[in-house]
């Protein structure tokens, strides 16, 4: 028995509205993959990750044979083997062929044999050297220049902690057993204008582009359309403001702990050096330096202030302190005649590590 026509046509109609609405799903997802990877596109140059600054641009580096993809799985690798002690402190034990640290001590390259001495030089990441191999970190670049005035007389080792300021340097200094005519170095700085910075999630809130922002971060954060909304955003985002009583405590903390360090070092018989360090903003950026301040993955928005409204506090107060030296400049020079070795706003490349292991030593020599 032959079906009526009018079913024919019914579902002949039901089958071309089902293809419709299937192209028209196709479509949306076409177009969404599409705008995603145009916003990555846009990503890509406007705030470009650190898989892509490594494989596409890093000026810093171009002069660097080792910054090489191999290089780059170890610096990841190294990354992820961090753990939390007993003791709430951040350890590993990793050996690579660019780096190599025993319970959370990186190595120091041309340490000598038989040393009269130690030379500890306590810091934060910038001193622990995640961005360059062993031998170019400043520790061993002060150990060369060690070895080459003192034959062989001082070994240096490095104490570095990641994220570690002054007050946890001197928890460390405390554990350990010094001789005399040792000599402790502080480098410091950075962490402490850190310890007090308001992050950018937070400042967000205040209007409502940013509170949009957060919730689409919380829950989307992998389209790039919402990295480049949120990009745009936080371009709009008020700057931390200023809390006097609060730098004002940061600062008398610092002064505070580094003299107990002082104290506690020369007591031992020891020598105590202490070196505030440079960061991105000491002088009017170059044109590579202006795009590691506009990237947010690198410097988050407001930093750069916070840094310059900080800063002469922590250089008053560590003028006061007994064999302490500003290093608040010491790259500036290099920086002018274009010399590019910032890998964020307070990482550097050996370019820099030689430059400032070279200032330390020769204060170390004139003290």
């Known amino acids: 028995m ?11 109609r039901s089958a071309q509205r089902r293809l419709i609405r299937i192209a028209g799903i196709f479509a949306v997802i076409a177009l969404i993959v599409g705008i995603d990877a145009a916003a990555r596109s846009w990503l890509s140059v406007n705030r470009p990750s650190v898989s892509v600054r490594r494989e596409q641009y890093s000026p810093e580096y171009s002069q660097s044979p080792y910054w090489t993809p191999a ?8 990354a992820a083997s961090w753990v939390l002690d007993q003791d709430g402190r951040w350890i590993t034990t990793y050996h690579g062929h660019w780096f190599n640290v025993e319970n959370g001590i990186r190595y120091t390259a041309y340490q000598p044999q038989s040393p009269t001495n130690t030379v500890y030089v306590y810091g934060n990441s910038a001193v622990f050297g995640f961005g360059v191999p ?13 070895n080459k005035n003192y034959q062989h007389a001082y070994r240096v080792v490095n104490m570095a902690v990641t994220g570690s300021g002054v007050t946890s340097q001197w928890q460390i200094l405390k554990l350990t057993k010094l001789q005399p005519d040792d000599i402790v170095i502080f480098y410091d700085g950075v962490p402490e204008v850190l310890s007090i910075f308001e992050h950018i999630d937070i400042r967000r809130n ?7 922002c957060n919730t689409l971060m919380a829950r989307l954060w992998r389209l790039g359309v919402v990295q480049v909304y949120c990009t745009l955003a936080d371009r709009i985002v008020p700057p931390q ?12 903390q610092y002064k505070t702990t580094l003299l ?9 018989g020891a020598q105590f050096y202490h070196f505030l360090q440079p960061h991105l903003w000491t002088m009017d950026l170059m044109p590579y330096e202006k795009a590691i301040a506009a990237n947010p993955d690198l410097v988050e928005p407001g930093l750069g202030e916070l840094f310059v409204a900080t800063w002469p506090d922590l250089q008053t107060a560590s003028s006061t302190i007994p064999a302490s030296v500003d290093l608040t400049h010491v ?28 200032a330390i030593f020769d204060a170390v020599n004139v003290f």
């Open 331 to 358: 790259l500036d020079n290099a920086r002018k005649t274009g010399t590019e070795m910032y890998i964020d706003f307070a990482h550097i490349t050996e370019v820099g590590n030689a430059i400032i292991a070279n």
């Open 134 to 146: 062993d031998e170019d970190t400043i520790p061993s670049q002060l150990q060369l220049l060690f």
């Open 241 to 252: 403001a200023k809390d006097t009583a609060l730098q004002q405590k940061i600062t008398d």
């Open 71 to 78: 290089f780059w799985r170890e610096q990841d690798e190294l």
């Open 260 to 268: 107990n360090a002082y104290h506690y070092t020369t007591q031992s």
């Open 2 to 12: 032959a079906r009526p026509i009018g079913v024919k046509v019914f579902r002949k």
């Open 206 to 212: 205040s209007s409502w582009s940013g509170q949009l």
